[in-house]
């Protein structure tokens, strides 16, 4: 009886560690906004973009090398309940003597948020409150946000640093559960000799992106990400941005199962700092490439909530 109660008591204390350790509550409006960019800001990490970024940047070009990170768009990829659809338009030959064709395509597709993407800070909300407490109902219209559209971005051009967890752990991809660590984001900084520092593309290794068209299901079903804490310990290093090459950047599912994608809330709503999804950071990993020049221009969709993107990095 007594080792029951003992083993009763043990798991009772797991389950309360792990809650405890996971549960965030948003923080109240008083305590978010005006943000620290100034009342009535749509920027966010975007206002670090400037000459010394961009300056910054070019120092670490040493070789010319190019790595594109963003996946090809097809009707394949994992899209969950989002389409890709293009249909070619027939060809029409002009009738002038040099016989030009001339082909075109539509394309149907939530354009702001499929493939390798940008989240915009029109993507997510806390309750009816937006980044820097626009209000949805007061922003939100048929034909878009009239506020925080993805048009505000703009080009982004600074020091990307790579963290390869999967390297760091050992192996190829992380298991599907895997909760990245402020001590995981430490580690993989230490064994490099690099730091993080303002206006800086934080971009996460996972292995999950392998299974981009590998195995569609797998990838769309869940996957390792930062989690709560790490999300707060990279916000307060103040980025441009962090991205990854899982779905949504977070780990999926939460551990504490009463709170939907928090990494979503901490990063976009409270401290208006852009997620990068669905990264192909295969290749970048393979070179052992850590640090480099990252260089990104979201499409200028008026009032959208996020881009499809193609960033490159340059070391």
Known sequence: MRFITIMVFLTL??????????SWTPPAEVDRCPSKWGAGDERGSGNHMGPNSVMRATQLIRRGEVVELGHVLHGSIPLGARHFELYLKPMVMNSQSNRRGSNEELVVTELGQVGTQLDGFSHQSIGNTLYNCF?????????????????????????????????????????EDYEITIADIEAELARHN???????????????????????????????????????WLAAQDPMLVGADNQPVEVQPNPDSAISLPVHQIMLTVNGIHLLERLKLDELAARDVYEFAFIMQPLKIQGATGSTVAPVAIY
């Open 135 to 175: 209000r949805v109902d007061e922003t939100q219209t048929r034909d878009g946000f009239t506020r925080l559209g993805i048009e505000n971005v703009g080009t982004l051009m600074t020091r990307g640093v790579l963290l390869d967890i999967a390297e760091l752990k050992g192996v190829d991809m992380l298991a």
């Open 194 to 232: 690099l730091t993080i520092s303002a206006g800086d593309a934080v971009i996460i290794h996972t292995g999950w992106g392998v299974l981009w068209e590998r195995d569609v299901p797998r990838f769309l079903r869940g996957g390792p990400g930062i989690g709560v804490e790490a999300a707060k």
């Open 13 to 22: 204390c797991s389950v309360f560690s792990r809650a405890n350790a996971q």
